[in-house]
């Protein structure tokens, strides 16, 4: 047996030892900060002298009795007890969900669920990802927004841990790589902004919620609350460990047995860095929704969390060889493709908020771009190679788009970490929207395209194009150079355009939604002085007439 295998089994006896120990502990209900209201998500500051919270439902919450949650705080007092609890403030809070997702290791920095933009509509919006305030002169500032390179998130729902060196924050997210309904992912800091997240793997997420995650100082140990693993409850807390440094390879979870976990929903257990207790909120026995416990960690617990948590034991247990199920299995060798991909305006190209609809084999993927935050809308997505792709996009004032493509190793443009590009094009849905049918091209003086195939392959498009939006009609409208007599021209150029009809006729395209006209050489798109402009003055285009 490997040594490490030696050593992530110990690890679990010693864990599930301390497990079993525990189920005669209690846990403890803080009276003065618990109420008929529902509090959640307890973070201890970093010197263990106050401890925040979220609550929902209260009144004096900055977005009243219907808000998602405010953060709370209450202050350890001398004799060991928590003092009632007071709101934060409206500088940490707005009307919507805040939460914290922890701190620096001195407790200057707070980064905190979700972003207030005071630009949003209706003079401000609360809206999805991560913000930072710091401590100056006893007061929090205005929270900053984190930089999340492709952060995504189609869920109300984000709950998040940040470790104290603030280099690594795992996020509940639902993005890009979900299984089913909320994942947790990581990411972490380059320079100023953050990574791409990343799933975190099937060993943690299942089809079902994965919440609440809270990290451990030394970035190994992971607690999560979920409703897909074996649990007590509706939701139950989980640990689990950190195997290698690709952080998508996990220990199995644990669940933490009936000494936390109930036929209730538990959240947010944290183990602070100081002190003798943890914290988590659970629905069982409480005033309202949720209340905030603790947890005795005597020294025996402490111990053993200890052990789980040192990357080598000081003495090697010699256990029995494991079974084979336990054995390492090689990774398949699949050549993967990694895409970046963007939703853009055929006219302007800029970046369309857009509902992005992506099928392959058995899975399908969905991407609302409204929730990507930059403004060029690009995400990541990564497909063993030779995967057919579907995909099916709509968005508001633009025609439907649909495509098939194969996902390839070989592109020919990729981006500056080498990921193929993978541009998908929307046509505004606007009458008198004028669009040329790429790679249309035809020889000089003839009706016959200069390049068939490449020809075809785009007017397959339209065709795509014109079965996903059946209400519309168009205009095919004919060009050519100017070698030569404008009326021959004239012909000419209706006589290319009569062809491409044809063609979108002869592919089921009703023939009484698509107009003609052949303009001869009177409108150029470059200059005739070469062969190079003159080309490209022979052409195509489409207008959109009806929608």
């Excluded at 905190?112 to 003079?123: H, I, K, V």
């Excluded at 690594?168 to 320079?191: A, H, P």
């Excluded at 669940?255 to 100081?274: D, F, K």
Aim: glycine letters at 8%; proline letters at 4%.
């Amino acid at each position: 047996m490997s040594a490490c295998l030696k050593y992530i089994v110990f690890s679990v006896l010693m864990l599930t030892s301390f497990l079993s120990r525990a189920q005669g502990q209690e846990h403890i209900k803080i009276d003065s900060i618990n109420s008929s209201y529902d509090e959640q998500n307890p973070r201890l500051s970093p010197d263990g002298q106050r401890l925040y919270f979220t609550r929902s439902g209260h009144p004096q919450n900055q977005g009243g009795k219907i808000d998602k949650g405010d953060i709370w705080y209450s202050d350890l007092k001398d004799d060991g007890t928590w003092s009632e609890a007071k709101n934060a403030g409206s500088t940490i809070n707005h009307p919507g969900l805040n939460g914290i997702a922890g701190f620096s290791v001195d407790g200057n920095t707070m980064y905190l669920l979700n972003y207030y933009d005071p630009n949003g509509p209706a003079g401000g919006t609360i809206s999805n990802g991560i913000a930072k305030s710091t401590l100056r002169n006893g007061e929090w500032t205005r929270p900053e927004k984190l930089k999340i390179t492709y952060f995504a998130n189609n869920s109300e729902h984000i709950s998040a841990s940040i470790s104290p060196d603030e280099k690594v924050l795992i996020m509940s997210l639902k993005s890009f790589q979900t299984e089913g309904n909320e994942d947790l992912y990581v990411t972490f800091k380059q320079g100023d902004s953050w990574i791409q997240p990343r799933n975190l793997g099937a060993a943690i997420n299942t089809f079902a919620e994965e919440w609440a995650p809270f990290l451990s100082a030394d970035k190994t140990t992971l607690y999560f609350s979920s409703n897909g693993h074996q649990g007590e409850g509706s939701r139950d807390i989980f640990v689990s460990k950190r195997l290698d440094e690709s952080w998508t390879n996990w220990s199995k979870p644990v669940n933490l047995g009936t000494a936390i976990n109930t036929p209730g929903v538990e959240l947010g257990y944290s183990v602070p860095a100081t002190g003798d207790m943890a914290f988590f909120s659970t629905t069982q026995n409480s005033e309202g929704f949720g209340d905030i416990f603790q947890f005795p960690l005597s020294e025996t617990e402490k111990a053993v969390q200890e052990v789980v948590l040192d990357p080598e034991p000081e003495e090697e247990v010699v256990q029995p060889e494991p079974k084979k199920e336990l054995e390492t299995t090689p990774i398949s060798e699949k050549v993967m493709v990694v895409m970046t991909m963007q939703v853009l305006d055929k006219e302007t190209g800029k970046g369309v908020d857009a509902l992005v609809r992506l099928s392959f084999g058995e899975k399908t993927e969905e991407i609302d771009t409204k929730n990507i935050e930059s403004e060029d809308k690009k995400w990541i997505m990564s497909f063993e190679e030779g995967t057919r792709i579907k995909v099916d996009i709509t968005a508001d004032g633009y025609l439907n788009y649909n495509e098939e493509f194969v996902a390839e190793s070989t592109a020919i443009v990729v981006d500056a970490e080498g990921n193929k590009v993978e541009g998908f094009q929307l046509t505004p849905n606007t009458v008198g929207t004028k669009i040329q049918i790429e790679k249309i091209l035809f020889a000089r003086g003839e009706v016959a395209f200069a390049d068939t195939v490449q020809a075809q392959s785009h007017l397959e498009e339209l065709v795509v194009l014109m079965n996903a939006n059946p209400d519309i009609a168009i205009r095919l409208e004919g060009h050519t150079d100017n070698q030569g007599n404008p009326e021959r021209l004239k012909e000419l150029s209706q006589s290319r355009v009569d062809a491409v009809k044809q063609y979108l006729v002869d592919k089921g395209i009703a023939g009484n939604r698509i107009e003609t006209i052949g303009l001869g050489g009177t409108k150029p798109i470059a200059r005739n002085v070469n062969e190079a402009g003159r080309s490209q003055n022979r052409r195509v285009e489409f207008i959109v007439i009806r929608n």
